[in-house]
C-alpha cells in the first residue's frame, strides 16, 4: 500500500522527513483566516474529513467549525474539496458515497485512482492546474493528510483532532506515534519543505502555540 510504502521511505532516509513536518500547526480550521489566505495567494481548499471537519465517520460538519466552513466556501467558492481515501476512490461503486458526502457537507468530492499519500494527479486534474503551489492542505495526520499535501507541493496545515469518539481503536496508538516522532523532528530542527507562499501566510495563521517554540525556526 502506498502509505506503507511512504511510512517506510520517512522512517528510513532522511532525505523524505521535510514531507511529514506541516508549513503550520493549528488548533482547528478556525485559525485560517481565508480571505486573507486568498489575498496572500491561496486559490483552493483541499480538507480530509475526519476529525478535520467532522467528527469520525459523521456526515455533519463538526457544529464548532460550521462557520469556518460556510466562510472558506464563501471564499474559494468551487475550489474548496474533500480528499477522501474511501469516497471518490475506485472503492466508491459509481461514486455514491462521494455523492452523498456532497450533499450533506456541501463541499466537493475529490474523484481519485490514486490514495493518500499519492494522487498528485488527481488533485491537479480536479483543480485544473498545474502545480499545488497555490493550495492549501489541511488534514489532522501527519503521515497521510501531511505527506500528502507536501508530495503535491501544497501549503500544509496540521490540525489537532477534534474528538476521540468514534475514533477507530487501531489509529489511536498510530497517531500517539506519528504525533511523538514530528515532535522529536521539530526538535531536531527538521523544517517542512521550502513553499513559496509560506512567509506570506506566516503573517496570517494563527498558529498553535503548544508547537510555536519550535516552529517558528521556519
Known amino acids: ?47 480530509d474529513k475526519d476529525n478535520t471537519l467532522t ?19 464563501d471564499v474559494f467558492g468551487d475550489r474548496v474539496a474533500l480528499f477522501s481515501n474511501s469516497a471518490g476512490s475506485p472503492d466508491d461503486v459509481e461514486y455514491q458515497h462521494a455523492e452523498r ?11 481519485h485512482q ?8 488527481d488533485v491537479l486534474r480536479h483543480f485544473q492546474c498545474s502545480s499545488g503551489d497555490h493550495l492549501l492542505a489541511v488534514g489532522d ?22 474528538t476521540e469518539e468514534n475514533d477507530p481503536l487501531v489509529v489511536r496508538p498510530i497517531r500517539r506515534l506519528e504525533e511523538r516522532y514530528v515532535r522529536g523532528l521539530l526538535q531536531r530542527g527538521i523544517k517542512p519543505p521550502s513553499h513559496p507562499l509560506y512567509e506570506a501566510c ?3 495563521i494563527e498558529t498553535d502555540r ?6 517558528s525556526k521556519h
Open 1 to 47: 500500500a502506498p502509505g506503507m510504502r511512504w511510512a517506510f521511505r520517512v522512517l528510513t532516509d532522511a532525505h523524505y522527513r521535510p514531507l511529514v513536518m506541516p508549513h503550520f500547526f493549528v488548533k482547528d480550521i478556525r485559525a485560517l483566516p481565508f480571505a486573507s489566505l486568498k489575498q496572500a495567494g491561496i486559490s483552493g481548499v483541499v480538507f
Open 55 to 73: 467528527a469520525p465517520f459523521a456526515t455533519s460538519i463538526f457544529p464548532t467549525l460550521s462557520e469556518a466552513v460556510n466562510e472558506c466556501r
Open 101 to 111: 458526502l456532497e450533499r450533506q457537507l456541501g463541499i466537493s468530492v475529490i474523484r
Open 114 to 121: 490514486e490514495k493518500k499519500p499519492e494522487a498528485r494527479q
Open 141 to 162: 495526520r501527519y503521515f497521510t493528510d501531511v505527506l500528502f499535501g507536501n508530495l503535491c507541493g501544497m501549503l500544509t496545515v496540521a490540525t489537532q483532532i477534534l
Open 202 to 204: 506566516a503573517q496570517l
Open 210 to 215: 503548544r508547537y510555536s517554540k519550535e516552529s
